[in-house]
Nanobody, 129 residues
């Protein structure tokens, strides 16, 4: 089992920045079994969408078109933590942001939710105009 705890959400004006953190907790074997991590978001009345993902072994990253050039996903393996640096925030970025971790083998799609079997509780991001 892997537990994911997000932090760093909040309210910010358009054009501002926030950094989200996602710390993974669990038995050492469970943590090492995580192959990829990602951030998803869900706004009221909308489906959950993938925002950014990282392959923990090699560091490959994937971004949704809507956040490319503005968001950066990174990892600190020593702290079992993944970050999402969000710059130039827009009101349409307002959503609940969820951290996810995947231990499945096979082909990684990046932003497909079915790749991930552990999810955090979410942290709210609100961007005002």
């Amino acid at each position: 089992q892997v537990q994911l705890v997000e932090s760093g959400g909040g309210s910010v004006q358009a054009g501002g920045s926030l950094r989200l953190s996602c710390a993974a907790f669990g038995h050492t074997y469970s943590i090492y079994s995580v192959k990829y991590m990602a951030w998803f978001r869900q706004a009221p009345g909308k489906e959950r969408e993938g925002v950014a993902a990282i392959y923990t072994g090699g560091g490959s990253t994937v971004y949704a078109d809507s956040v490319k050039g503005r968001f950066t996903i990174s990892q600190d393996n020593a702290k079992n933590t993944v970050y999402l640096q969000m710059n130039s925030l827009k009101p349409e970025d307002t959503a609940m942001y969820y951290c996810a971790a995947g231990t499945y083998g096979g082909r990684w799609t990046g932003l497909g939710p079915n790749d991930y079997n552990y999810w955090g509780q979410g942290t709210q991001v609100t961007v005002s105009s």
